[in-house]
């Protein structure tokens, strides 16, 4: 089993930054790779982006791509996600995910094994 838990959401601004963590226990030499999801009230969970397990591949979904950047710590068992220029359409909860197969690379909710509790991201105009 792999636990995620996510930090650093909160309330801002249009255009300001803001960098969500996801701290990774257990069994984490079993995941292939990690990613965001996001889901927006009334709508479904959504892809945000993913990465390896060494760091050396990612993929963004294309509302976010060029504003936010996924990264890694494994020393850390961290994942980050430096989200900049942030929209009111990102306004979300933002969930860290991991999968322990190479369909993670689908962007499928389906693909993930493993969720955190999700931390709320709200971007006022």
């Known amino acids: 089993q792999v636990q995620l838990v996510e930090s650093g959401g909160g309330l801002v601004q249009a255009g300001v930054s803001l960098r969500l963590s996801c701290a990774a226990s257990?069994?984490?030499?079993?995941?292939?790779?990690m990613g965001w999801f996001r889901q927006a009230p009334g709508k479904e969970r959504e892809f945000v982006a993913v990465?390896?397990?060494?760091?050396?591949?990612?993929s963004y979904a294309d509302s976010v791509k060029g504003r936010f950047t996924i990264s890694r710590d494994n020393a850390k068992n961290t994942v980050y996600l430096q989200m900049n220029s942030l929209k009111p359409e990102d306004t979300a909860v933002y969930y860290c995910?991991?999968?322990?197969?190479?369909?993670?690379?689908?962007?499928?909710?389906?693909?993930?094994?493993?969720w955190g509790q999700g931390t709320q991201v709200t971007v006022s105009s």
């Open positions: 990465i390896s397990w060494s760091g050396s591949s990612t």
């Open positions: 257990g069994r984490t030499s079993s995941t292939y790779g």
């Open positions: 995910a991991g999968g322990s197969r190479a369909t993670i690379w689908s962007g499928m909710v389906r693909a993930y094994d493993y």
